[in-house]
């Protein structure tokens, strides 16, 4: 009897032995044959744009008028670059008309030289969020173009030169004198422009191309981040020269200088100490007739966190 | 000779005794040792699924505001990733995986400060907490007249910090 006991015992041990018994917290450091991993379904179920609404691939960087000879030119320059917004054309608006969305799109919409407004088109943005596409900014893509009048009585102010294009050697915003095909009037007395007034910039740093300006910043460790300098003159967005980051812990960024529309990328690896944040100041670079050549400061405060257990 | 033989025979009688006792011993430390192993592993489940779950954050309110906010899916990413985290220990479990986490009580608690409904504790941070029972096999302790199934108690809160 005893000896069928113990026999039992055994042959019960040995059948019911768990893996768990010789379970090998190092097994992932080899010896063992993992189990082919099945393909993992997409957590995020992929959710179809509306009709009218894509992927931009083509990201506003600036608003570009250019001169050549009589004709001047206003254009959008454009990035290409996807930021993982959506966006939807609202309505083509052409040369003087009014549209409902004017006064709506963050960077304005120009004037002509007889004070018309420029044609274009408006856009809206869209972050794809859980509950489906959420409108962010409205932004007008300028496309028109005038030729110049003989002005020689009443000059126009000084050239804009935006030196953030490449492609544009010259642009004004109005054709100036002395791109002008008539020449000035040999002893005629000649109004000088009056230079406007300096106006105030409102530096801004942004998550988004169109996002809304931050003054701090919330960031999981290890994640990257695009951090985007703006700068604006009254409520409307103006383009930005030149960046650089000229104080604070930037993190792991290979850069921390570029061009105005380019993104300060970047990821922390370590937590700021407990309390505390990451002080980042932008020096952030205008050229535009109405601010003239002139650096701003924009501070944004970048608290580092990361996932952890709570007892 | 006889009084070596009388001492082998009281060995033998003595081992005869001894020798289930012990063995029943052995076995009921084992199996205690794969149950505390169990529900380690059944812990560190629930407290990845929670890790993981806050790291899923709400992009679209960062951009707006700056703050981290917990996606709106949270709780259904951490259920998910603990079914697939006891996956791994699903040879120690006594029930199906995806029955147990769907089973188990996740509250995500997007915008702090938040109470948890369940225990009361006050959150200073968005946080994903997971309360389950995992059953766990136990077959050693049912043959000693013991329940077979052992049910575990995990709780795993996480939140970024």
Do not use: I, K, M, Q
């Given at each position: 009897m005893m000896r069928r006991t113990v026999t039992a015992i055994l042959a019960m041990l040995a059948v019911w032995s768990s893996p768990a018994l010789a379970w090998?917290?190092?097994?992932e450091e080899g010896g063992y044959e993992l189990p082919?991993?099945?393909?993992?379904?997409?957590?995020a179920p992929y959710i179809a744009p509306p009709p009218g609404i894509y992927y931009v691939t083509e990201t506003y960087v600036a608003d570009v008028v250019t001169s050549s000879g009589p004709l001047t030119t206003y254009s959008t320059s454009t990035v290409h670059?996807?930021?993982?917004s959506y966006a939807r054309a609202l309505g083509t608006v052409g040369t003087g008309a009014s549209s409902p969305?004017?006064?709506?799109?963050?960077n304005g919409r120009r004037a002509l030289g007889d004070g018309r407004a420029v044609a274009g088109t408006y856009y809206e943005s869209y972050v794809l969020t859980a509950g489906g596409f959420v409108p962010v900014s409205i932004v007008f893509f300028q496309d028109d173009a005038e030729i110049a009048r003989v002005l020689a009585a009443t000059p126009t102010p000084s050239p804009i030169t935006?030196?953030?294009?490449?492609?544009?050697?010259a642009a004004t915003s109005r054709p100036s004198p002395s791109t002008c095909c008539a020449p000035e009037p040999s002893g005629a007395p000649v109004a000088r422009p009056t230079p406007s007034p300096i106006r105030p910039v409102r530096p801004g740093i942004s998550l988004l191309p169109t996002g809304a300006p931050l003054a701090s910043v919330e960031v999981l460790r290890a994640r990257a981040v695009s951090l985007y300098p703006r700068a604006f003159v009254d409520e409307r967005e103006i383009p930005v020269r030149s960046w650089s980051i000229v104080?604070?812990?930037?993190?792991?960024?290979?850069?921390t200088a570029d061009v105005g529309g380019a993104p300060f990328r970047t990821s922390w690896l370590r937590l700021a100490p407990p309390g505390s944040a990451y002080e980042l100041l932008f020096r952030i670079e205008v050229d535009t007739p109405?601010?003239?050549h002139r650096t701003v400061d924009a501070p944004i405060a970048v608290v580092v966190r990361s996932p952890a257990l709570e007892r | 000779m006889n009084w070596l033989r009388e001492d082998r025979a009281s060995a033998m009688v003595l081992t005869l005794v001894l020798a289930p006792l012990l063995l029943v011993t052995l076995a009921g430390v084992l199996q205690l040792g794969a149950l505390r192993v169990a529900t380690a592993r059944v812990r560190a489940a629930a407290d990845l699924a929670a890790l993981v779950a806050v790291n899923d954050q709400d992009d679209a309110e960062l951009a707006r505001s700056g703050v981290l906010r917990l996606s709106a899916d949270a709780a259904d990413v951490a259920r998910e990733y603990f079914a697939r985290e006891l996956e791994l220990s699903s040879s120690l479990l006594n029930g199906a995986t995806a029955e147990i986490a769907a089973a188990a009580d996740v509250a995500a608690?997007?915008?702090?400060p938040a109470y948890d409904t369940r225990t009361g504790a006050r959150y200073e941070r968005p946080t994903v907490r997971i309360a389950a029972q995992v059953p766990v096999r136990t077959p050693v302790l049912g043959a000693l007249v013991l329940r077979p199934v052992t049910i575990v108690d995990v709780f795993a809160v996480s939140s970024p910090r």
């Open positions: 090998d917290p190092f097994r082919e991993p099945a393909p993992e379904p997409d957590p670059e996807s930021t993982g969305f004017d006064g709506s799109a963050f935006p030196p953030w294009l490449p492609t544009s050697p104080a604070g812990d930037a993190g792991e960024a290979l850069v109405e601010t003239g | 608690y997007p915008v702090a």
